[in-house]
């Protein structure tokens, strides 16, 4: 994937770390960190995925662990992206997915100086009301979201005219204990990221409420080195 051009240019190195519930809109956020400041964005979920597709042999011990349901060891998750990090060499980066413990904080903290921890807060009932809405077309992978993009014909597909499903993941009670999780899974970390006062939270219901402050927020970061 090209990173593109962005709209200011930079010569300060920064790296960051974003952090935000499943729903959150942490990937849009991140895409228009990538689109204004030409920061990498290097994700953990994305990493795993090309190693799986090229067969890679971290890529095969990670798909034994997917297949079977569980977690991919942080012994491989953190090889994967250490190893990208190392191959970007000086440039920005933001990293999202990682590190999802104290544990790999302190690994990531040995070899890279992190300048900020980007925090999305969404309140948990924006972020169920948001995923509730979400319909998919299995098949192509198209996502509908009722109110924000619709599809032409309730229910159906635009392109196929074939029936839109939800997945079992996206129902309520399903992302409720998943927020809970995240919050147990992540909340050592950003704890471990506060008390070095790198963590700035942004809190709002909208993605178009908080990308304004994040903006604003690594220009100043980034001016001020």
Excluded: C
């Amino acid at each position: 994937m090209t990173t593109p051009t962005p709209t200011i240019m930079y010569t300060k190195i920064f790296r960051a770390v974003i952090i935000g519930a499943p729903g959150s809109g942490k990937g849009t956020i991140s895409e228009r960190i990538v689109k204004t400041f030409g920061f990498l964005h290097i994700s953990s979920g994305d990493l795993l995925r090309q190693n799986i597709v090229k067969n890679t042999e971290l890529g095969r011990k990670a798909r034994e662990f997917i297949a079977a349901g569980q977690l991919v060891p942080d012994d491989i998750v953190t090889k994967a992206m250490l190893g990208r990090i190392t191959e970007v060499g000086n440039k920005s980066y933001i990293l999202d997915g990682f590190p999802r413990n104290s544990e790999q904080a302190e690994v990531l903290s040995v070899r890279e100086q992190i300048d900020a921890v980007i925090n999305l807060n969404i309140p948990h009932d924006v972020i169920i009301e948001r995923v509730k809405n979400r319909w998919i077309h299995a098949p192509s992978g198209r996502i509908y979201n009722i109110g924000f993009s619709d599809p032409k014909v309730p229910g159906k597909d635009d392109v196929t005219g074939e029936s839109l499903t939800q997945r079992e993941d996206d129902k309520p009670e399903v992302v409720r204990k998943r927020l809970q999780l995240y919050e147990e899974l992540m909340d050592p970390v950003l704890s471990w990221y506060d008390k070095r006062g790198l963590v700035t939270s942004f809190k709002g219901r909208e993605t178009k409420e908080i990308w304004p402050r994040v903006e604003r927020f690594l220009k100043d970061k980034i001016n001020k080195g």
